[in-house]
């Protein structure tokens, strides 16, 4: 117990609970059993989807460097602004370019989606060193590891005193990318399991035919994948409370937690979006 009456501190990694793991898997189970109910298989598979999708949201959030205000004082690595508002720009750019390439195929819009996405954390990181090395004068320095994994380039003698560290390691760069590369193929998937099930139902329910509901299944799809992106970002953040470095990081082995949290709340958030053509069809 802490000096306050807390639980006991563990480091920073706080590992999932017992009655929070059992909770989550029956919303999930019942979500997928509303899922099937309402469209049939065609339903459950999209819900087995959405799940995934806001799985791969909710640990790739864990691997986008954020620094917050400090990294803007180059008191700490990292990008100078929040973890949800990093996560959702990286994903969302990522879910634009994979809806915008559907025509050309699932496999292609998958693949589009996690380009987008990591292309523009390629970019970011890029430019944010940039701005520290050349606008700050400061160098990249970790202040959770002394030896970068990937360059082996060491930390400590260029870390000035009194911080966590500035800039942008070549690890944090690499974090960057993949976080944004699931982002994006999460949201991706997200889109494509809903526009899918709102082109099967729609046109019956309707009275028309695909291309005449085109437009609405696309308007809903994306804004449900979005919501649930937004969703998914700020449950990841909320884990990771403040800043992280990348994947080295410590705070990176917290992601357990959020990948039950995603895959709970997409489950029901999912359930919704689905309901609203399965519902109108019960009705």
Not at 1 to 6: D, E, H, R, V
Not at 207 to 215: K, N, S
Not at 268 to 282: D, P, Q
């Amino acid at each position: 117990m802490s000096a306050l009456g807390g639980p006991k501190q563990t480091g920073g990694i706080q590992p999932p609970t017992g009655t929070g793991l059992v909770v989550s898997i029956v919303l999930i189970i019942i979500a997928l059993a509303l899922a099937f109910f309402l469209v049939q298989m065609a339903g459950l598979i999209a819900l087995i989807g959405i799940i995934i999708g806001g799985v791969l949201i909710g640990f790739g959030v864990h691997f986008v460097p954020v620094g917050g205000a400090p990294a803007a004082m180059g008191q700490a690595p990292g990008i100078a602004t929040g973890v949800a508002m990093l996560a959702a720009g990286a994903g969302l750019a990522g879910l634009f370019g994979g809806a915008w390439a559907v025509p050309l195929g699932i496999p292609v819009a998958l693949a589009g989606g996690a380009v987008g996405g990591g292309l523009l954390m390629a970019i970011t990181c890029t430019m944010v060193n940039v701005i520290y090395v050349f606008g700050m004068g400061i160098p990249a320095a970790s202040g959770k590891v002394a030896k970068d994994p990937i360059t082996g380039d060491t930390f400590p003698e260029y870390k000035s005193q009194g911080t966590e560290g500035h800039g942008l390691p070549f690890i944090s760069w690499v974090g960057g990318v993949i976080g944004g590369a699931l982002g994006g193929f999460g949201g991706t998937l997200i889109y494509i399991e809903l526009l899918e099930v709102y082109q099967a139902q729609l046109p019956a329910l309707l009275g028309a035919t695909v291309e005449q509901i085109a437009p609405v299944a696309v308007s809903l799809a994306g804004i449900f994948a979005i919501g649930m992106f937004l969703m998914n970002a700020v449950l990841a953040a909320y884990n990771i409370t403040g800043t992280i470095e990348g994947p080295h990081d410590p705070k990176f082995k917290r992601f357990p937690r959020a990948v039950i949290a995603a895959a709970a709340a997409s489950a029901v958030a999912g359930i919704f979006a689905i309901a609203l053509s399965g519902l109108l069809g019960v009705f």
